[in-house]
């Protein structure tokens, strides 16, 4: 099985898996992803691009994809963030959540409903949509949750 991984997250390794990092940008900038994948993983990341860039992106993970092979996709919750912004509950988290950070600052942000409807335009299906837990840690070495839209597509044209 081959493995590419976007973002900077730490994933199961599998025995007899091939894994490779690769930069969103840097895919995105040459509107090439080399290889063929059994699995992407896109931790995190998806909100770095500008929405003009995710469409491109994602017909090139679809088309890198090998017939079952499956994309799975974190991305901060966008409804979360927006309701702790309008009850005024909002912390460090909500804004990284919303706005990234100046190393990484994010250009849009995702219902689960949004996120969705991009992966089933990309002619992938949607297999999983849930909310879930991510374990992140802060610049000053802090760790916490943060609430995420997780999703499978896979490709089964």
């Known amino acids: 099985m081959k493995v590419a991984i976007f973002g900077n997250v730490q994933y199961p390794i599998e025995e007899g898996a091939v894994y490779e990092r690769l930069d ?24 770095e691009l500008r929405r003009d860039q995710v469409m491109p992106f994602f017909k090139l993970v679809h088309d890198a994809l090998t017939q079952r ?19 005024n509950n909002h912390n460090n988290m909500v804004f990284y959540m919303l706005y990234g950070n100046d190393a990484v600052p994010f ?23 849930a909310q879930e837990l991510m374990e992140i840690q802060t610049t000053t070495g802090e760790k916490d949750v943060m609430p995420v839209h997780a999703l499978i597509g896979v490709r089964n044209d």
């Open 69 to 87: 092979g499956e994309i799975i996709i974190q991305v901060p919750s966008a409804e979360y963030a927006c309701k702790q912004m309008f009850t």
């Open 24 to 47: 969103i940008h840097e895919v995105v900038k040459n509107n090439k992803l080399d290889g063929e994948y059994d699995r992407i993983v896109v931790s995190n990341c998806l909100p």
């Open 107 to 129: 250009r849009a942000c995702y219902t689960l409903l949004s996120l969705r409807t991009l992966v089933e335009r990309s002619g992938l299906v949607v297999r999983k949509a």
